[in-house]
């Protein structure tokens, strides 16, 4: 019978730890809060740099007329004409967190702003929303494994 037990006791922890959670879900999405503030801080201060930085190396991302992009590298590719542009500014501000029933997967959504200027340097400013899922690493710190995000329709004038 004490046999049985410690085979049950071996068999059944690992997943009754793994369904628990996390201790403090709304604690921890917070800290994801925090997590994507600072994605948003470093893109702005490092550029390129900064970006990669936050990006799991299998990450991935969708782009209209595009097949799935995936890997830090083609992602690193991807965003660096964007980045690299002395004219134009992207700044983004997460809304919301929410956390998987395990802990190690949450998500984050926002709102973003793409300020350029056009042909004759007027000042041109896009917005959209974006969602940004992240992997929770080993250290405890949070990696982008997909990130994708829709531009707002301009208005228009009523006919």
Same mark, same amino acid.
Request: glycine fraction near 8%; aromatic fraction near 8%.
């Given at each position: 019978?004490? *046999? /049985?037990?410690?085979?049950?006791? !071996? #068999?059944?922890?690992?997943?009754? /730890?793994?369904? $628990? ?18 994605? @948003?801080? $470093?893109?702005? =201060?490092?550029?390129?740099? %900064? /970006?990669?930085? /936050?990006?799991?190396? @299998?990450? =991935?991302?969708? *782009?209209?007329?595009?097949? !799935?992009?995936?890997?830090? @590298?083609?992602?690193? $590719? ?12 992207? &700044?983004?501000?997460?809304?919301? =967190?929410?956390?998987? %029933?395990?802990? @190690? ?18 000042? #041109? #400013? ?8 992240? &992997? ?13 995000? #829709?531009?707002?329709? $301009? ?5």
């Amino acid at each position: 019978m004490n *046999r /049985f037990l410690l085979m049950a006791v !071996i #068999v059944l922890a690992p997943s009754s /730890f793994l369904l $628990a959670g996390p201790k403090d879900p709304q604690a921890e999405s917070i800290i994801l809060l925090k997590a994507d503030e600072a994605f @948003d801080a $470093a893109t702005a =201060a490092q550029g390129v740099k %900064g /970006f990669a930085s /936050f990006l799991a190396e @299998d990450v =991935a991302t969708l *782009r209209p007329d595009k097949p !799935i992009i995936t890997g830090k @590298d083609a992602m690193t $590719a991807l965003w660096t004409p964007l980045l690299s542009n002395p004219s134009l500014t992207i &700044r983004w501000k997460p809304l919301k =967190a929410s956390l998987s %029933g395990g802990g @190690d997967l949450g998500y984050t959504v926002g709102t973003y702003e793409i300020t350029s200027k056009d042909e004759q340097g007027t000042h #041109v #400013v896009a917005t959209g929303k974006y969602v940004t899922i992240w &992997r929770k690493q080993g250290d405890s710190s949070w990696k982008v494994a997909f990130d994708s995000g #829709v531009e707002d329709t $301009a208005a228009q004038k009523a006919k």
